[in-house]
C-alpha cells in the first residue's frame, strides 16, 4: 500500500463530503489491515467496520446484525452480479463506495470489475488517486430524472 494515496483519499473526504452518509468500504481484520479506513480517519459511517469493535460494542448482535453487516460488505465486494451490490447499497443507504487498493487486497479482480461500469449507471467517480476511486451513488430521483429525459 502507498499510505499517500490513502491519505489524500481521506483529505478528499474530510473536505468534500459533508454530513453523515453512509460509506461502504473493505472491512478487513482487526489492527492488521486498512480495512475501515475511510470510516476511522473521518467519523462517517461505513456499514460494517472492525469487527472487533463491532462485536465488542455489539455483543448481543453479534451473530445477527455484526454477521448479516458483514456477510454483505463482503457479497457487495465479492459478486460480479450488479444487481445485487446495488440492492446492498439500497439496503443500507450507502452513499459512497471506495475502492482501492484494500478492497483488491481482499476481494476478487472479479468482483470488482462490476465498478468499470459504475454497476450499470447507479454510481459516478467523485474521485480518484493511483490507488483509491470513491464513488457516489446517484441519487434515485436523479436516476429517475435521466432515464425519463434519455426517452
Known amino acids: 500500500h502507498e ?3 490513502t491519505r489524500d483519499a481521506i483529505t478528499w473526504v474530510r473536505e468534500n463530503i459533508e ?4 460509506t461502504i468500504e ?3 481484520d482487526s489492527y ?3 480495512g475501515s479506513r475511510i470510516a476511522i480517519n473521518t467519523g462517517l459511517p461505513t456499514v460494517s467496520g ?4 463491532q462485536t465488542q460494542q455489539r455483543k448481543k448482535f453479534e451473530h445477527t446484525t455484526v454477521d448479516t453487516r458483514d ?4 457479497e457487495f465486494y465479492r459478486t460480479e452480479d450488479v444487481g445485487l451490490a446495488r440492492a446492498i447499497i439500497k439496503e443500507y443507504d450507502v452513499e459512497w463506495v471506495i475502492v482501492g487498493d484494500e478492497e483488491a487486497f481482499n476481494y476478487p479482480a472479479e468482483g470488482l470489475a462490476k465498478f468499470q461500469s459504475g454497476l450499470g449507471g447507479l454510481l459516478e467517480l467523485a474521485y480518484e488517486n493511483p490507488a483509491i476511486r470513491i464513488f457516489h451513488v446517484i441519487p434515485d430521483d436523479e436516476l429517475a430524472d435521466a432515464s ?4
Open 19 to 22: 454530513g453523515s452518509p453512509t
Open 148 to 151: 425519463a429525459s434519455a426517452r
Open 50 to 53: 472492525w469487527r472487533f469493535h
Open 71 to 74: 456477510a454483505d460488505v463482503n
Open 26 to 28: 473493505a472491512i478487513g
Open 32 to 34: 492488521r489491515s486498512l
Open 3 to 5: 499510505l499517500r494515496y
